[in-house]
């Protein structure tokens, strides 16, 4: 129903018109009506779009407005367009508040309009209202496409008339529909092999600024689609060419002409690179470059070599970006179909020339190309990436030190792209200077303050390590800070903070996203540690492959004269100290907080390849290593991350770890015998075992303690053993304690008895652990019983030489001389191997007090506990050779000087002495000659012996048996011998001590009488005279002043 309009009326709101400029008031006459009519445009859109306004007024002041429009339409265009956006706006307002009818009757006026102009250029008013309409209105493009397709028949007839305003507001409007997923897809139906033809010429011939932008803009849109891409890259080829110089030959055109020999191929999978190059182009731009390339229409467009070249030597760098990011469009759907034909047109020359521009969106779109051309060998292989490395450098200088994190992830990169995929027979770096660049741009971006742009750093350093792009003479000192610069930038990076849980729902959900926010941190900090440690391994490796090549080695052009400084050791040193002081600490600590296998499998590479940096300190190494528990660690690894036949790879390289480290530190065990068959033994035992040892120490421990009846051990289980019981000797070795002593200590007894029942012949390696690890374990644990006692025995009568199965510690010591069974049988092995591997300094200085935790104390608290030792030491002192016989007599003197209750220790000693020396005398019935060395050794404990106890009781039988035997031994030297006779006379004056006065004075001149007689003849000769009455007068001055004459004798080895 049409609204009455009064005669006099003005369409103003004195609300809101006083804000409103004069210039949106119309001023009018009619000649019906009298008096000056006024309406406000602006009160208008206000009123209309105003919710306070009921709908009545609305529907009024829209009649007065169509009331002006239909009588004084001059006036009311004018005034509407004289700010477009004003004048789309007030349209979209009124379409809104129409019905869909309405639109559709908009619509069909347009298509009237287009079907009765016979002039193109007519019909550009309406194609500027359809795209700015379609804009506008999202469901509009929905109808433009299923009922309106008359429409887009003139819209390609449109594109032949060579107004190019008109062609570029064809192009806008196809842009504009391509902009709705909805439509896209059913848009690109219609454009058939003839339309895109036609297309390409368009762009071909285009010369305005404006057609450009918008035809590359609708080309954006149609390379989204692959099948649409086949039908433009082979609209104008119709040749099929097979090489290079046939392509080039074709007018310098060869990716049309490559692709349609490619479109028939099969279309190979992207690989990682592809995809994350779309991820990139698709997501990665900031809002800032987003809008300005969105501005451009250039956003991901795509064009072949013939059109994008002219557009990228244009000095336009909007056309420019949109030429460079249309290639990416195109390679970005196969590198491997049409990134040889931009090689072969040298687009890549014009590429790097472009990266001397500061425009943000230019150099990251150049990045972008480039980066999708470095899948492709003929880019390497034409030298492209010699020309353009030093452009490359420098314009990412200049990005660093720009704020668009974009731009510089981007650039790195692609640099890292090109370090790691540049052939090693072709030189990337022709001179220093340049390499040298490179250091200090890969210095500045791991200084940013964004780890996203580190992470990438971190990465193209990781690919710059590699020896074929090493300058010579090579420069190892320059990339020290290099190295150290990265990995100090993962030890600054702060410990996020635990976040508690709370009850609250608003507060939890504040949590929620604080934890989301801190897990994308904590993700990036694990990148950025997993990018340096990759980058540290490299840095190893080159190390390891340049001390195989002599080339890189020294300074060829160092004057022989000078002594020229050995550059690549000193980069080995730097590298074994940088992973003991930053790399070591900083994974452990990550580790602690977020388990990684990866990260672990990149770690523990580095620490194998430390043993191929510098094997001179490879044991040292080790020794440090498994000081720190990573025996222990390394195992609870294997056991969390590769149980199951989980992560193949990282139990590998942990397995060769472990097997280095265990092997070193089998090897730098002390005085072991058959050394190096053990060692290989131990070595081929580690190689098959540890890599299959993926279980708890718990679980490993239990299959130990499994007995005979319970199963059939086989020989792969029997080794699985034996390196269990290696592995955790050396580790309690080096204080990895993992283990409790009660579990293991039953479960080893149960094995020693197992393999005895089985008939198994333990390696003596395997033993010596065994025994360690019973030793070690007996403190705190029972007593063996009879069974496990016996198993030992005999698994110990099995060996021959007993040194082969010993460990010199103090507590193996201890458990031998715990056990009665075990003394008797085998202590005296133990004690002489304990002699030929201990220092015992410490007894033959009387005023020196042993340690409380030396080997010395140990044995003193032996003897304490087991005074049976006692007569093992006095026996070994007898029948032992001289070195080990007189560390026994030390140990026996110092004893007897510490002892607190000497009259037992002689009533346990002295009828054993009486023994050795009836022996001695029978032996050498004739003269003493191979025993007179040790039976020096006996007198002289003897006559400490007498010594100690001359104050305390007087002499009985078994003195006067000792005393008649040491007469008697002393009597038949063949030669004149102060070893024997020291010791001797030591004893007699002892022995007279011990008995009363009278007997004193009586048996002194027997015994000097008895010693003249028993000196030979021969001696009383010339030259032997003097000596003989020296030692008698020397007795009669020792009894008439009574001092003890004390022994000079002292062992020489």
Known sequence: MEESIPDNWKVVCERIHPRHEVHWILRFRDDLQDGEQLLCVACVIEMIEGSSISIVRKKYILACFHNVLVRFPQAVVEQLTMDARVCVHFIVTLLELKSEQFVCCVLDECQKQLSENTSARKSLPVFILLGKLILTIPFLAEKFIQEYTTLLDHMRVALVYPDEAVKASVCYIFCTLYSYPSTAEKLSIYFNGRLCKLFVSVMEAAQTKELQVNSLGLLKHLLQFKQLVTVLMSSSGNEDFTSEDEITSQGGNPLLLLLKKCTFSVRPKPNTTTIRIKIRLTRALSPKLRRRSRDAHTLLGGSKEQ??????????????????????????????????????????????????????????????????????????????????????????KETLRLNSTEVQKQGLLLLGEILKRQPSGIKLFMNFNIWHEVIVVLQEAMASSSLEVVIEAATALTFFLRKSHLPVPVQYQELQPLIEAILMRCADLPVPPMIRSSGSTVRSKESQSIRREQSKKSSRQGQLLLSALEAFLNACRLAVDCQKDPSVQGNAFTAPSIASENMLEKYSEFLLNVCDTLCIPIVMEYYEKAPSARLMEVFFSILNVQYSILPNTAKRFSIKLASSSFIKFTVELKAKFCSGSRNPRLNQICSDFLCCMCRFLFSAMKNVLNYQHDLDSVSMLFAKCIPHLNCTFLDAVSMLSESADTIAIDEDIQNHHHCLLVILHLAHMYDNRFFSEGPVFTAISNFLHTSLVQGHSLPPFVLRAALYLLSVCQEKCSRLDWVSLNSICNLLDGISNFSSVYSCHPLVLMFFFHYPELTDRFGHFVLKCWFAHVDISCFEDENLVPNLQSDANCMMTIIQGNPNVLLILLDMVHIEEMELAYKALVTLKFFLRSSGNIVLTSDLLRPLLLQILQKFTIENNAQPSKGNKNLSLVLDLLSLIQIKIGHLEEMGSIDFKLLYHVNNLAGKCKALSTELLQPALNIFYCSLKQTSGYNRNRGSQNYQFEIEQSLPLHQLQKGQLNTTRMYSSLFEDCLERQVYISTSYHYQP
Not at 314 to 323: G, H, K, V
């Open 307 to 396: 059109i994008s070249r002219p557009f990228l030597l244009s000095r336009d760098e909007t056309l420019q970006i949109a030429s460079v990011q249309c290639m990416t469009s195109i390679v970005i759907h196969s590198p491997v179909e049409y990134a040889p034909a931009l090689v072969y047109a040298d687009i890549p020359e014009f590429l790097f020339e472009r990266l001397s521009s500061t425009d943000e969106i230019l150099v990251w779109s150049v990045y972008s190309c480039l980066l999708l051309l470095t899948e492709e060998r003929l880019f390497f292989s034409k030298c492209h990436t010699i020309y353009g490395i030093e452009s490359l450098v420098r314009s990412m």
